[in-house]
């Protein structure tokens, strides 16, 4: 779902990069304030851990594969500002050095992947942990889901504006694809944070007062 | 709180999925790709820099699988370090504030 250079109108993609660089430092901002030290070499290796799951696209339709985004497990885990900026971090790295996904580009990659997969991600969760830990499961997997789809809209719309192909068309064959890229998002989501409680439970927030909502409530 | 475990496991994820991504990774396009070259926007693509590792090979070796293995574990250790520095100073700043 990297957009890669020459996709997007120089119109959008100064506008998604100079609207990621405040919403980038504002993440950074509450980042800071609510990291648990504790927690960062877990933030590392998590990192390390997204970049290489990305890598690996599997098949989702044929003739089409897909990877994995990672930024609802990263919000569940760290909270959607951490999350967007560890997201910020992977998508740095991949661009830069990988040529994977466009450095004009980087401003909507992140708020594609990043702000939006990580906040729509951690939607679910945070209703979930609202309504005292109900339907927690349900909730990790419609995050993961949520957050392809909601990225993946996003994607259309920037393209849809940039006037490369019909906007019906763009939200319809992207939407439709990631559908089925959520699925396995969600399913990866819920394995990853079941595998996490199981070695430790605080990580994963399995008590219903969150590391996010102690931290203040932050959607 | 102590998160070994969960640090050891995913490190370990980390390294086998950079290891093996050569041998499991699906060749097929991507979604968005699929859908540029159907709607017949993929030939708008042209990269703005030339990243040193391109295409995810570590281009000093001779062999494929060993570039993928290589340039993956570079990247994943770069994200790891650039994060943890990121920790680091959160952490700092945040006992240096009043």
Same mark, same amino acid.
């Given at each position: 779902?990297?957009?890669?250079?020459?996709?997007?109108?120089?119109?959008?993609?100064?506008?998604?990069?100079?609207?990621? &660089?405040?919403?980038?430092?504002?993440?950074?901002?509450?980042?800071?304030?609510?990291?648990?030290?504790?927690?960062?070499?877990?933030?590392?290796?998590?990192?390390?851990?997204?970049?290489?799951?990305?890598?690996?696209?599997?098949?989702?339709?044929?003739?089409?594969?897909?990877?994995?985004?990672?930024?609802?497990?990263?919000?569940?885990?760290?909270?959607?500002?951490?999350?967007?900026?560890?997201?910020?971090?992977?998508?740095?790295?991949?661009?830069?050095?990988?040529?994977?996904?466009?450095?004009?580009?980087?401003?909507?990659?992140?708020?594609?992947?990043?702000?939006?997969?990580?906040?729509?991600?951690?939607?679910?969760?945070?209703?979930?942990?609202?309504?005292?830990?109900?339907?927690?499961?349900? &909730?990790?997997?419609?995050?993961?889901?949520?957050?392809?789809? &909601?990225?993946?809209?996003?994607?259309?719309?920037?393209?849809?504006?940039?006037?490369?192909?019909?906007?019906?068309?763009?939200?319809?064959?992207?939407?439709?694809?990631?559908?089925?890229?959520?699925?396995?998002?969600?399913?990866?989501?819920?394995? &990853?944070?079941?595998?996490?409680?199981?070695?430790?439970?605080?990580?994963?927030?399995?008590?219903?007062?969150?590391?996010?909502?102690?931290?203040?409530?932050?959607? | 709180?102590?998160?070994?475990?969960?640090?050891?496991?995913?490190?370990?994820?980390?390294?086998?999925?950079?290891?093996?991504?050569?041998?499991?990774?699906?060749?097929?396009?991507?979604?968005?790709?699929?859908?540029?070259?159907?709607?017949?926007?993929?030939?708008?693509?042209?990269?703005?820099?030339?990243?040193?590792?391109?295409?995810?090979?570590?281009?000093?070796?001779?062999?494929?699988?060993?570039?993928?293995?290589?340039?993956?574990?570079?990247?994943?250790?770069?994200?790891?370090?650039?994060?943890?520095?990121?920790?680091?100073?959160?952490?700092?700043?945040?006992?240096?504030?009043?």
């Amino acid at each position: 779902m990297h957009i890669p250079d020459g996709f997007l109108s120089p119109a959008i993609w100064v506008t998604m990069d100079a609207a990621a &660089a405040p919403a980038a430092a504002w993440c950074a901002r509450r980042s800071r304030a609510q990291i648990d030290e504790t927690r960062v070499p877990l933030l590392g290796v998590m990192g390390a851990f997204i970049f290489a799951a990305q890598m690996v696209n599997f098949p989702v339709a044929p003739g089409t594969s897909g990877h994995i985004v990672g930024a609802a497990l990263l919000a569940v885990l760290f909270g959607p500002c951490t999350a967007a900026l560890v997201m910020a971090a992977v998508l740095l790295v991949q661009a830069l050095l990988f040529q994977d996904g466009g450095v004009t580009a980087l401003g909507a990659n992140f708020w594609n992947l990043g702000m939006t997969g990580s906040f729509f991600g951690y939607l679910p969760y945070w209703l979930s942990l609202r309504a005292g830990g109900r339907l927690r499961t349900p &909730a990790l997997f419609l995050g993961g889901w949520l957050a392809v789809m &909601a990225g993946a809209a996003a994607v259309a719309a920037e393209l849809s504006f940039s006037g490369v192909a019909s906007p019906r068309l763009l939200f319809v064959s992207l939407l439709g694809v990631h559908a089925l890229t959520g699925l396995a998002e969600g399913a990866i989501t819920v394995a &990853a944070v079941r595998m996490i409680e199981k070695l430790n439970p605080k990580l994963a927030g399995l008590e219903v007062k969150s590391y996010e909502l102690r931290g203040g409530a932050d959607l | 709180m102590k998160a070994r475990s969960t640090i050891l496991l995913f490190a370990g994820l980390t390294v086998v999925l950079c290891a093996a991504g050569y041998y499991l990774a699906s060749a097929a396009p991507d979604g968005l790709e699929r859908i540029a070259i159907r709607l017949g926007f993929a030939h708008r693509e042209r990269a703005a820099l030339t990243g040193p590792l391109a295409e995810y090979e570590f281009p000093w070796l001779a062999s494929p699988a060993l570039r993928k293995t290589a340039a993956a574990l570079l990247g994943a250790l770069v994200c790891f370090l650039a994060l943890l520095a990121w920790g680091r100073y959160a952490k700092k700043s945040k006992v240096a504030a009043p």
